[in-house]
């Protein structure tokens, strides 16, 4: 476990200065946050972030594919995610950028839904990925969405690429 531990805080010194020495794609207003939130700490308190500039740093594990109006951002260690919505045609998030790493920043929104709404919502996220929907998974109080609303990001390119 301390090994990849290690071995993760690498990866994200490495993309940090990549980010500070000017490397990767840059889009919208790129990156000027210093410290990044860990996913798993906006998501178990994101009352403490609501409305607030953050900076999150992950593996892209979903874009979108109509527009490339959002990318989810994965913690590779805990494997939990948070969406990225930035305004449609301001900035475009290309599938290729799929497994690369992102540092993303913009403010932390928190969207109440009801259960017909969050149905609503999620067979429609699920029709434009592609994937069929399972009514049955979401709760009947509904849920509360969370997201960053990007302003900018840098992607990394992986070593791979």
Not at 103 to 110: K, Q, W, Y
């Given at each position: 476990m301390k090994r990849i531990a290690l071995i993760t805080l690498v990866i994200a010194m490495a993309a940090v200065s990549f980010v500070l020495a000017g490397d990767g794609d840059n889009y919208?207003?790129?990156?000027?946050?210093?410290?990044?939130?860990?996913?798993e700490?906006?998501?178990s308190s994101p009352d403490d972030y609501i409305g607030k500039a953050v900076r999150v740093d992950g593996v892209i594990t979903g874009v979108c594919k109509k527009r490339g109006?959002?990318?989810?951002?994965?913690d590779p260690d805990t494997g939990n995610g948070v969406r990225i919505k930035v305004d449609d045609g301001v900035i475009v998030f290309p599938p290729e950028i799929m497994g690369e790493t992102a540092?993303?920043?913009?403010?932390?929104?928190?969207i109440p839904l009801t259960?017909?709404?969050?149905c609503a919502y999620l067979e429609q996220e699920a029709s434009c990925q592609g994937e069929k929907f399972d009514k049955s998974a979401?709760?009947?109080g509904g849920i509360t969405f969370y997201r960053i609303k990007g302003?900018?990001?840098?992607?990394?390119?992986?070593a791979e690429s």
């Open positions: 919208g207003d790129g990156v000027t946050i210093d410290a990044a939130v860990p996913v700490t906006l998501l109006c959002w990318m989810q951002i994965t540092i993303v920043e913009g403010t932390l929104e928190g259960y017909e709404q969050a979401v709760p009947e302003t900018g990001a840098v992607i990394v390119p992986t």
